[in-house]
């Protein structure tokens, strides 16, 4: 990750941080991410996107950051990015370190520096994420023409590598074509082309297999595991997809109603959920096993935004919810085991599967609510009205 | 132990909630968002519309202008037929408030009449091309296939003719005879004009509605379930198609307005004695009359003008209403 | 892309067969192609009899047609009953058309893509509402009343420019340039707005933005280029709006161009010409618009490169 214009492309670069100029990693952490708060301002109300979420990113690892549409995730995403459209939406608190220094504060123009070159991302969609009218080769150079000041064909030149690099087949003759000129996984290696074409730090991959057939995913999914290993880069995984997730990452991050729930090393949060919300999610997975039963899915919907039920979030539709968590101020994110975090009054029981923790409200009674028409404040609707602005997050 | 089950949707404020021992039902946990109720998009339309001044503002305009061409006997008693020549071209004055013109008719009176053949013109050329473009549209759309072909390239064929050429053309060969044809039955003319060569707009846009929606999902069960055409089209198609269809319509009947007076203006639309400011503005317009009369021309242009302007601002207005990334 | 030229022509074909048939259906078939050739009045026998013969209006209608279509691909588009070749008379007077045309094309696409842009990225802002304000008044205002009154205002009142634009010099054209534009630069403008500010909630956009690339080049060139395809298509329509108000603009001006002598036969009742200059213009209009189409082709890979 040198700053010199000739490695830009295909072999990994071993002498790393202690050459990148500016930006120099503190002891292997490389984000920080404090206790950020995001709101968006719109006609019929604010709605709060993002409540308070911390967490770090060191190099060589794999953050999965794991919610349902509406948690938020792809709006920490672009936060961290900095491309969040404002208005409507306004980072009200919270900060982002990057090489310990808050990137929040930076001017316009710096930030924009630090976007490409050091934090990268990657869309969903590749087909509307590329821009239709150019050639993909052209996409790609235009991060060396413009970060680095290349002319056409030396940018060229590495554009081509880095396709190579991706894995697309004769990308020396496919260097000309355009976007919808390629399969759906293609498009998405060339957008990882892209993403990684100056060695950033920290790539961010916002569902990057969501578009994608199984088999593909796969495919991409290993992908960009081989790139972080040779660049030793930092890579936030956001998904929805607890299937996806379980292979690659070394730490998830539980996001809901704009709040991290639990945060943990990957397996340990499959073995055994410290969160109710994690366990809904985990329990909701179709088993064989379980053939002939009901699908136990977590019943309810994600809260309206800008109606947040106060206290846990996800109180109204937690099996364990008391009286403490429908009440300010909302569980902390907290260290309830060795290297385990989360926002729960009673993840020590839960961990600890202990019978003092009570069922008090079953999937039956959170969707009898519904049922008798108690409105519930639902997120899907204020989707449909456009209300909360969340890029990348569809209706589902 | 208190338990709401009220569920008025006025309320914000939020219910802290028990349950009672045996852990049955509770209240909802916070009451709904003020005002929430089922929305159709009739709701959020009109909600969007009532807001905005400038709904307010065309609507009145058109209003004025329709009651001005359905009962022209409301704004002013005097007779348009009725020459005055010793008092051709005076400038405005107490007894003719916007003058006379050059054959010492009022032309005050004859703006408000010249009101209603623009009125009816734009509304039958609107409505024979929605509901013309509109059919074949939806046939061309639902049916695709040789029949989608044949109606698209025969719209393609009417599109390579500009519509004022072709109004030019057809009222050339078929003319208004001055005095022999009546009125209504000039203004259908024109309107017909008009309506052939405008309607592959709408069937364009009907028929690119149609093959939007069609493969939805929702369609494909219906049709699963047996339903019959026209009820597929019916409730499924034409309401989602409706929006756009509604307002192209109000700004192609500013546009209509506009191409009827052009028409009037070179001669060959609505003839004398029928009035039309287009007729009016043709009258008022050679370089010394302009001189000589300049208030012959200003009142019916601003007539026209206003008239156009507020079917084009009713449409410019809907559509922002209806576009959800604005709101 | 060859392929694809390839078939927008032939495309084209059956379109010009349609259009230049209905034209030959309605004027000569459904009318009365003598109408008007004898002043006021209706022609005698004689006449009628031998017009007929002499434009084979006895024949089948296919035979007609064909015949018609013959004269036409020669250049033949009748002689008026001045004696005059019709397209002798489009030939004297095209230059000026087309210069008034050219000259209202630039100041249209100049200003029109040039508000578009200012109102479509300041969205919201004051600018957008002066965009949008004055376009929709420039819209609603017929072309010969903005024409009556430019002449009266800037040329009879104030002297700004000559009142008629007789000789069709460059300055003398420059007021009903600007008035034969005026419809059409608010049409762009508008377009442009839209288009650009739906293109600015992209999502290639917020890719062009996260690979740090500055807002004037995200605008400029990654938004703009999708934009004028939108703006690229609407000239094509354009060149009917123009034709059409050109008749307006020539008549009011008094310039001697095709517009002034379709005002003119239309007068004189002389239907040769009128039926000649319309055939004409329509040709040329669906010749621009496989241009345009062409040219659209180039723009948007997606629609060539299949």
Same mark, same amino acid.
């Given at each position: ?31 920080? *991410? ?18 308070? *979420? ?30 969040? #459209? ?15 220094? #808050? ?18 991302? *990657? ?89 994608? +057939? ?33 292979? *690659?990452? +070394? ?76 009440? +300010? ?68 | ?34 005002? @929430? ?86 509304? &039958?050329?609107? =409505? ?27 719209? @393609? ?102 191409? @009827? ?36 021309? &200003?009142?019916?242009?601003? &007539? ?17 209403? =209806? ?5 | ?17 349609? /259009? ?89 696409? /100049? ?5 578009? /842009? ?113 703006? /690229? ?74």
């Amino acid at each position: 990750m040198t700053l010199s214009a000739g490695s830009g492309g295909g072999a990994p670069n071993v002498e790393l941080l202690d050459s990148r100029g500016v930006w120099r990693s503190v002891e292997g952490l490389l984000l920080e *991410v404090d206790q950020l708060q995001v709101e968006f301002r719109t006609r019929d109300g604010v709605a709060k996107a993002i409540n308070g *979420v911390s967490f770090e990113l060191h190099e060589g690892e794999t953050l999965a950051i794991l919610g349902e549409s509406g948690s938020g995730k792809s709006v920490t995403a672009q936060a961290i990015m900095g491309i969040l #459209d404002s208005p409507p939406a306004f980072i009200t608190g919270g900060e982002v370190r990057y090489c310990g220094q #808050d990137i929040l504060k930076l001017s316009d123009e710096d930030r924009r520096r630090v976007r490409g070159p050091e934090i990268s991302m *990657v869309f969903q969609d590749a087909l509307s994420a590329l821009n239709p009218v150019f050639p993909v080769g052209w996409q790609i150079a235009e991060m060396f023409r413009k970060h680095r000041g290349m002319n056409k064909s030396d940018s060229q030149a590495q554009a081509i590598r880095l396709m190579q690099r991706v894995q697309i087949p004769g990308a020396a003759q496919r260097v000309k074509a355009y976007p919808h000129q390629f399969s759906g996984g293609m498009r998405q290696r060339i957008m990882i082309a892209m993403a990684i074409a100056l060695d950033p730090a920290v790539l961010i991959a916002d569902e990057p297999t969501t578009a994608l +057939d199984v088999t593909v995913q796969a495919q991409i999914m290993q992908l960009l595991a081989d790139l972080q290993e040779e660049r030793k880069m930092g890579l936030i995984l956001i998904t929805h997809d607890l299937g996806v997730v379980a292979d *690659v990452a +070394d730490r998830i991050a539980v996001m809901y109603a704009g709040r991290i729930m639990e945060q943990a090393d990957a397996f340990e949060l499959y073995a055994q959920p410290g969160h109710p919300y994690t366990k809904g999610l985990l329990d909701s997975i179709p088993r064989l096993d379980q053939k002939g039963e009901t699908l136990a899915a977590i019943g309810g919907l994600p809260p309206n935004l800008m109606h947040i039920p106060p206290g846990c979030p996800f109180n109204p539709r937690c099996h364990y919810a008391q009286d403490i968590c429908r009440v +300010d101020p909302p569980p902390p994110l907290r260290e309830v085991a060795p290297q385990r975090l989360a926002a729960c009054h009673f993840s020590e029981l839960l961990l600890a599967h202990s019978p003092e923790l009570e069922v008090t409200q079953t999937t039956e009674d959170v969707e009898a609510h519904l049922e008798l028409g108690l409105e519930y404040p639902v997120a899907q609707e204020d989707l449909d009205r456009g209300q909360v602005i969340e890029r990348g997050d569809e209706l589902r | 132990m208190t338990d709401t089950t009220d569920s008025s949707l006025d309320t914000t404020s939020v219910v802290p909630v028990t349950t009672d021992a045996g852990g049955g039902l509770e209240a909802p946990l916070q009451a709904p968002a003020k005002g @929430e109720k089922a929305r159709s998009l009739g709701t959020d339309v009109w909600d969007e519309l009532r807001h905005r001044p400038m709904f307010w503002i065309s609507a009145a305009l058109i209003a004025f202008f329709v009651l001005m061409a359905a009962f022209p006997q409301l704004f002013t008693s005097t007779d348009p037929h009725l020459a005055d020549l010793s008092k051709a071209r005076e400038a405005p004055s107490a007894d003719a408030w916007f003058g006379r013109d050059n054959q010492g008719y009022d032309v005050y009176a004859r703006t408000i009449y010249g009101a209603r053949a623009s009125i009816l013109v734009g509304i &039958f050329a609107t =409505l024979f091309v929605a509901l013309l473009g509109s059919f074949v549209g939806v046939i061309a759309g639902y049916r695709a296939g040789w029949m989608d072909s044949l109606f698209s390239r025969i719209a @393609e064929i009417f599109l390579g003719i500009p519509l004022l050429l072709g109004g030019i053309l057809f009222l050339y060969v078929f003319p208004n005879d001055p005095l022999t044809t009546p009125f209504l039955v000039q203004v259908g003319k024109v309107a017909l004009v008009m309506g052939i060569f405008g309607w592959p707009t709408i069937m364009r846009l009907m028929r690119g509605s149609v093959l939007q929606v069609k493969p939805n999902d929702y369609v494909q069960a219906a049709r699963a379930l047996g339903a019959s055409p026209t009820r597929i089209i019916g409730s499924h198609i034409l309401p989602n198609s409706l929006a756009s269809v509604i307002v192209v319509s109000a700004i192609n009947l500013g546009a209509y307005i506009s191409v @009827e007076a052009t028409l009037s203006f070179l001669g060959i639309g609505l003839q004398p004695p029928a009035i039309s400011w287009g007729i009016q503005i043709s009258e008022a317009s050679g370089i010394g009359m302009i001189r000589a009369a300049p208030h012959m021309l &200003f009142f019916p242009s601003l &007539f026209l003008s206003l008239t156009v302007l507020s079917f084009i601002m009713m449409g410019d207005v809907v559509r922002d209403a =209806l576009d959800p990334r604005l709101r | 892309m060859g392929k694809y030229i390839i078939r927008r022509l032939l495309q084209m074909i059956p379109v010009i067969i349609g /259009v230049t048939f209905i034209i030959y259906v309605a004027v000569f078939a459904l009318g009365d192609p003598t109408v008007g050739r004898c002043g006021e009045r209706s022609c005698p026998e004689g006449y009628i009899a031998k017009f007929r013969a002499d434009y084979n209006l006895d024949k089948p209608l296919i035979v007609q047609y064909l015949l018609y279509m013959g004269n036409l691909v020669q250049g033949d588009l009748g002689t008026n009953f001045f004696g005059n070749r019709v397209i002798d008379e489009l030939a004297e007077r095209w230059p000026v058309t087309l210069k008034l045309g050219l000259m209202a094309l630039v100041i249209e696409s /100049v200003i029109g893509i040039t508000a578009g /842009v200012l109102a479509g990225i300041r969205r919201g802002k004051f600018i957008d509402s002066l965009v949008t304000v004055s376009t929709l008044l420039l819209i609603s205002i017929p072309i010969f009343v903005i024409g009556s009154f430019s002449q009266l205002i800037f040329g009879v009142r104030l002297g700004w420019f000559p009142v008629t634009a007789t000789q069709g010099t460059f300055y003398q054209l420059i007021m009903p340039a600007f008035v034969l534009a005026s419809v059409s630069v608010a049409y762009i403008a508008r377009l442009m707005r839209t288009n650009l500010s739906e293109n600015l909630r992209a999502d290639y956009v917020r890719t062009a933005k996260a690979k740090g690339l500055t807002n004037a080049r995200t605008v400029g060139v990654h938004t703009l280029r999708n934009s004028l395809i939108a703006v /690229v298509t609407f000239i094509g329509i354009d060149i009917g709006f123009l034709m059409g108000g050109a008749i307006v603009t020539e008549r009011i001006f008094n310039i001697n161009g095709i517009g002034n002598f379709l005002y003119r036969s239309i007068n004189q009742k002389d239907g040769t010409s009128v039926v000649g200059t319309i055939v004409c213009l329509v040709l040329i209009y669906l010749v621009v618009n496989l241009l345009v189409d062409i040219l659209y082709g180039f723009l948007d890979p997606r629609i060539s490169h299949d």
